[in-house]
């Protein structure tokens, strides 16, 4: 679990219904990680395009996310280059 820092509740997790409302932690949920990962991987091999990709997370999860919140994501991430 993580804490919840913005409003925005990021792909990947939902509101923990655990803690009360003044304290929210964010609970993984291990779909969405696992189908944002194979498709994290199809973009750095150029097998598809980021909307392309979108539209597969939201087929597969049913959660949207944005192309632009999907290049975002690849972009945080530490490249294979630079290690």
Known sequence: MRRKLSSTIPFGYKVSDEEPA???????????LEAL?????????????????SLWLEHR????LSHQGLKKMLDMEPSEETS
Do not use: N, V, Y
């Open 61 to 64: 999860t049913g959660r949207k």
């Open 22 to 32: 003044s304290c929210s932690w964010l609970e993984e949920i291990p779909e969405q």
């Open 37 to 53: 990962e194979d498709i994290k991987e199809l973009l750095r091999l150029k097998a598809l395009s980021l909307r392309e990709g």
